[in-house]
């Protein structure tokens, strides 16, 4: 498994409209953190979810992490990513870092 730090824009729509930045624990511990950044006017429109999604998908299909943590940073929007987070994810595998 190639534990690295990574970012990418969301570009599936263009102009890029935000940012998914993935990080693995060093070591074979099987972690990833996930955040995701999206334009003010981007916000509510389901991008977010979609990509949580995939990225969902490939971390536990594909890379065999047994546990992702997002990472919310405090601000306006923390109540919103919360919600999101906790509708996709199995609560008792969710870990919450608040930046």
Do not use: C
Request: aromatic share 10%.
């Amino acid at each position: 498994m190639n534990h690295t730090s990574t970012s990418t824009a969301i570009d599936r729509v263009k102009p890029p409209i935000g940012m998914v930045f993935l990080t693995s624990t060093p070591g074979p511990s099987g972690e990833i953190s996930v955040g995701i950044i999206l334009d003010e006017k981007s916000r509510g429109k389901g991008f977010a979810r979609q990509v949580i999604k995939l990225l969902m998908k490939w971390a536990f299909d594909e890379m065999k992490f047994h546990r992702m943590q997002a990472v919310v940073l405090d601000n306006p929007q923390k109540t919103d990513a919360l919600t999101l987070f906790m509708q996709l994810y199995d609560a008792t595998s969710l870990y919450f870092e608040l930046g």
